[in-house]
């Protein structure tokens, strides 16, 4: 269980975090480089995520959604298991294969030439 004070030190990070990344500028590319795009120049699962957050923190939901389609897919999922894994802890488990499956699955998915539209997208400009 996360104290009280461990969580008011991660909400604190959350949001500088949060705060960089709404006024940090896209369109010149990554805010933070990824590593394996940089060594494979393949996108990974998480390729635009940080496009993505701050898209919806600019509420352009629809720039979110081509930055990282898992943006409106891992996090709900995210917080499921975080309100149910201590009740349902076998529910938890398969939460945690599911996000997994699903992770790997667009990964795989956004590099193969037929679903090039999974890749990051800028639609617009900041």
Same mark, same amino acid.
């Given at each position: 269980?996360?104290?009280k004070?461990?969580?008011? %030190?991660?909400?604190?990070?959350?949001l500088?975090?949060?705060?960089?990344?709404y006024?940090s500028d896209? /369109? &010149?590319?990554? %805010?933070?480089?990824?590593?394996? +795009?940089? $060594?494979?120049?393949?996108?990974c699962?998480?390729?635009?995520? /940080?496009?993505?957050? &701050?898209?919806?923190?600019?509420?352009?939901?629809?720039q979110?959604?081509?930055? &990282?389609?898992?943006?409106?897919?891992?996090?709900?999922?995210?917080?499921?298991?975080?309100? /149910?894994?201590?009740?349902y802890?076998n529910?938890?488990?398969?939460?945690?294969?599911?996000? $997994? $499956?699903?992770?790997?699955?667009?990964?795989?998915?956004? +590099?193969?030439?037929?679903?090039?539209?999974?890749?990051? /997208?800028?639609?617009?400009?900041?």
């Amino acid at each position: 269980m996360v104290s009280k004070k461990e969580l008011k %030190i991660i909400s604190l990070a959350g949001l500088i975090l949060a705060i960089y990344v709404y006024f940090s500028d896209y /369109t &010149n590319g990554p %805010i933070l480089p990824c590593i394996f +795009n940089k $060594i494979t120049k393949l996108y990974c699962p998480g390729c635009g995520m /940080t496009r993505a957050i &701050n898209s919806i923190l600019r509420l352009r939901f629809y720039q979110a959604l081509r930055f &990282n389609s898992l943006i409106f897919i891992i996090p709900p999922l995210m917080v499921l298991y975080f309100l /149910t894994y201590k009740k349902y802890k076998n529910f938890g488990k398969i939460l945690i294969v599911l996000m $997994i $499956i699903i992770s790997l699955g667009y990964g795989i998915l956004r +590099n193969i030439p037929s679903f090039g539209f999974l890749a990051p /997208t800028i639609v617009w400009k900041l």
